[in-house]
């Protein structure tokens, strides 16, 4: 499975990204797919996460309210839209994926596939 993302850059806060990150080397329409980002100096953490049909999502406290994750079988894509940025948000943000994909699990080591990153700069 090789996992690519997209979308990141630098914006001011208050702005909005959408990150993509497409799927290959396997149809992971039966997989969870998740979104994790890693700050300078900090630990991988859990952003959101989707189940395979899409009907059950999970976020983290911080970001809930303000991101949304959603996917597309079709282009085995999934896709992170995210509103009213804040500086805090600044991080490389990773895309991940694990079987089976009815349980959203925020543990890091649960997820047996990545894609290397994409950044995402929210000045003040």
């Known amino acids: 499975v090789q996992l690519v993302e997209s979308g990141g850059g630098l914006v001011q806060a208050g702005d909005s990204l959408r990150l993509s990150c497409a799927a290959s080397?396997?149809?992971?329409?039966?997989?969870?797919m998740a979104w994790f980002r890693q700050a300078p100096g900090k630990e991988r953490e859990f952003i959101a996460g989707?189940?395979?049909?899409?009907?059950?999502?999970d976020y983290a406290d911080s970001v809930k309210d303000r991101f949304t994750i959603s996917r597309e079988h079709t282009r085995n894509t999934v896709y992170l839209q995210m509103n009213s940025l804040k500086p805090e948000d600044t991080a490389v943000y990773y895309c991940?994926?694990?079987?089976?994909?009815?349980?959203?699990?925020?543990?890091?080591?649960?997820?047996?596939?990545w894609g290397r990153g994409t950044q995402v700069t929210v000045s003040s």
């Open positions: 080397g396997r149809t992971l329409s039966s997989y969870v």
């Open positions: 991940t994926t694990r079987f089976p994909g009815h349980i959203i699990v925020q543990l890091a080591d649960e997820y047996p596939y």
């Open positions: 989707i189940n395979w049909n899409g009907g059950n999502t």
